[in-house]
């Protein structure tokens, strides 16, 4: 792949003639453009006359956009040329939303839902659904051996999250962060998860999805 277009498709932040390189990077003209982000599945109201002047409020021309309404066409266009070029983003290796715990659930429910899940990890919300942290199953186990010891002695069920979880935060990454980078974040932790411009978390990516889309890869 191109080293222009790959560092189009996952560069951070915008620079000077951004827009208007990637749209022609992808052939498109303004009008055509103007469509797709109105008929995009969070449409964009946009017209061509902003269009370009946003594309030559880049080059300096001094004109007054929206900075917001800027920003959604550049994560439009890199989408569009992250599915061009096959590029895998945080958001196409997740499997979907986040299985949740909660602070205060019983801790012996929680372990019964990774069980049956197959989950060695979830990260924890508090009541206002704030992340919070996680729990893995090392964190039960420490717990159990501690009972085991005898320096637990609360009986199983009335043990909560709270008392076997740990503080830290499973890392978050933009739903356009890049294969490489979520790799790089799971050599060191359990998970990763995925939010969207807002903030708003979208999906959850751990290193089983990683290894699985590793083999895909090797089939195609």
């Not at 002047?53 to 569009?80: C, W």
């Not at 919300?125 to 992340?131: E, I, M, P, W």
């Not at 799971?186 to 751990?206: N, P, R």
Request: with cysteine; charged share 35%.
């Amino acid at each position: 792949m191109d080293d222009r277009i790959r560092k189009l498709a996952t560069m951070e932040v915008p620079g000077p003639r951004t827009i208007r390189e990637m749209r022609t990077t992808l052939g498109l003209g303004q009008g055509e453009l103007v469509r797709l982000l109105r008929t995009a599945h969070d449409p964009i109201e946009i017209s061509q006359s902003y269009l370009s002047k946003i594309e030559r409020a880049e080059e300096g021309a001094g004109y007054p956009v929206s900075y917001r309404t800027f920003l959604a066409v550049f994560r439009f266009l890199q989408r569009k040329l992250q599915e061009r070029e096959r590029i895998d983003t945080a958001i196409s290796l997740s499997k979907g939303m986040p299985v949740w715990a909660k602070v205060n659930e019983p801790l012996d429910a929680v372990v019964a839902r990774m069980k049956d899940n197959a989950f060695s990890q979830l990260p924890v919300v508090d009541a206002r659904r704030k992340n919070v942290g996680r729990i893995t199953e090392r964190c039960v186990v420490d717990l159990y051996e501690r009972a085991l010891r005898g320096e637990e002695r609360r009986p199983v069920d009335k043990l909560r999250v709270k008392d076997a979880m740990i503080a830290e935060r499973f890392p978050r990454v933009r739903e356009d962060a890049t294969m490489l980078d979520v790799a790089h974040l799971l050599e060191s932790h359990e998970a990763v998860l995925v939010k969207d411009v807002d903030g708003a978390t979208t999906g959850i990516v751990t290193r089983a999805d990683l290894m699985a889309r590793f083999v895909e890869k090797g089939k195609e």
